[in-house]
């Protein structure tokens, strides 16, 4: 991660840097989330699981949510694509204690599971999940 960055591409996946704490962030994705539609299927604390074992592990969170009336057009076009969805946002605080929040790109789902050529669903998908990770964006 570079400090100076807001946003980082990893192979599939999208990095973007929060303006907020672990818990304000998760909380306004899962808001934005609900607002455009979208189910909230689960929040895992990692970190808080972590701890249940004795465990150390830096605040880490993870979010699925989707949206079935668009995602299940790419699990009709190709039924590994539901490995990947619904969706799911990785909010984690680094040793510096930023926040950030990952997740996969929708066009390396569709990629990797060969639905690409289903440019309307994808580009429905990028459209409400990009206004939700705007939410949090620095």
């Known amino acids: 991660m ?6 980082i591409r990893g192979i599939g996946l999208v990095t973007t840097r929060s303006a907020y704490s672990i818990r304000e962030t998760v909380s306004r994705l899962e808001h934005a989330a609900r607002a455009a539609g979208a189910y909230v299927f689960s929040r895992i604390d990692h ?6 074992e004795g465990m150390a ?3 880490t969170e993870l979010l699925i949510f ?3 009336s668009v995602s299940t057009r790419l699990i009709q076009g190709q039924q590994t694509t539901g490995l990947d969805l619904p ?3 990785l909010v984690w605080r680094d040793a510096e204690g ?10 390396y789902i ?6 690409a ?3 309307e669903a994808i580009g429905s998908m990028h459209d409400w999940f990009d206004a939700v990770m705007r939410t949090i964006a620095r």
């Open 2 to 7: 570079t400090s100076s960055g807001t946003s």
């Open 47 to 52: 970190g808080g699981n972590a701890k249940l």
């Open 57 to 59: 592990l830096r605040p």
């Open 66 to 68: 989707g949206k079935p």
């Open 87 to 89: 969706l799911k946002v």
């Open 98 to 107: 930023k926040v950030w929040a990952t997740h996969n790109d929708i066009a």
């Open 110 to 115: 569709a990629l990797r599971h060969g639905v």
């Open 117 to 119: 050529e289903q440019a």
